[in-house]
């Protein structure tokens, strides 16, 4: 886990750039784990399974805050960092996207890698951001997905 920016030694926590197709669905909250009113609705972000990829990685804020500028001219985004809803502007064109259609999506994860008790590692995430929702037409999900092959979590974390 090398930054992308300085080049600095590799860090347990840090912030992950990912591309993924991903689509929004409703849910009871009572089929969350740990979700406290099991009468509510939850907002839910589905990640196509596999689909994530890493595309860059940061030690610190700062870090981000210097590549920030160079990743929203590579994608060519003109309305970075959507608002939360089920129908946001395309980050690139404007265009109204379905989140509940499957999208490419990029998303900011600020996570710590946590070394388990068996020696594994697995990923703690801290706080998402997604920097860019786009439309089928500026960059297409590619292959029509089957939405049974999928992980949930919750949009947003139980208080
Ligand atoms: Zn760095
Ligand atoms: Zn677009």
Not at 28 to 39: C, F, Q
Not at 131 to 143: D, Q, T, Y
């Amino acid at each position: 886990m090398i930054c992308d920016h300085c080049g600095g030694p590799s860090t347990p926590c840090g912030l992950s750039l990912t591309r993924s197709l991903q689509w929004m669905s409703i849910v009871p909250a009572k089929d969350l784990p740990g979700y406290n009113w099991p009468s509510e609705l939850v907002e839910c972000v589905n990640i196509v399974r596999d689909s994530a990829e890493e595309i860059g990685r940061y030690c610190s804020h700062p870090c981000w805050s210097a590549a920030e500028p160079d990743w929203i001219a590579a994608l060519g985004l003109t309305r970075p960092y959507p608002p939360a809803g089920l129908a946001v502007p395309c980050s690139r064109c404007g265009t109204l996207v379905d989140r509940l259609r499957v999208h490419v999506a990029y998303n900011l994860s600020d996570e710590c890698y946590v070394e388990e008790s068996d020696g594994s590692l697995s990923v703690k995430p801290n706080d998402e951001d997604t920097l860019a929702v786009l439309c089928n037409r500026c960059e297409s999900p590619g292959v029509e997905v089957e939405t049974q092959e999928q992980t949930s979590r919750p949009e947003t974390a139980p208080a």
